[in-house]
């Protein structure tokens, strides 16, 4: 089964400071990473080039097979990448649903049964054969 995401080599250094040195970093279907490490480890960073908000110095970067020269957020976001943070409380009033699709979740009732089923579409996705 082919990676999902694939980072090989990536750099990225901000004013002299080298937040990322080399990260190959690789993700299949079905997978599930964590990010962890002490603060100034470059985790946040890693996914900022990840979701397009920072380009990397040196390496490179494919999504479903396809390598991704230019990316930027909306590039991620047309790929299926999108990202949590570890916030909790930003959200407090949403349901599951509603935090899961955050950003393309319509509030309105009529549409209630609609991003149930959005939910329910990302399982198999994420989690192919289980």
Known sequence: MSALLELTGITKSFAGVQ???GVSFELRPGEVHALIGENGAGKSTLVKVITGAHRPDAGWMKMNGQEVSHNDPTTAKRLGVAVIYQQPALFPDLTVAENL?????SRSR????????RVFDLFPRLFPGG
């Open 19 to 21: 937040a990322l040195k």
């Open 101 to 105: 699709t955050v950003g393309g979740y």
């Open 110 to 117: 009529a549409d209630e049964e609609r991003n149930l089923e």
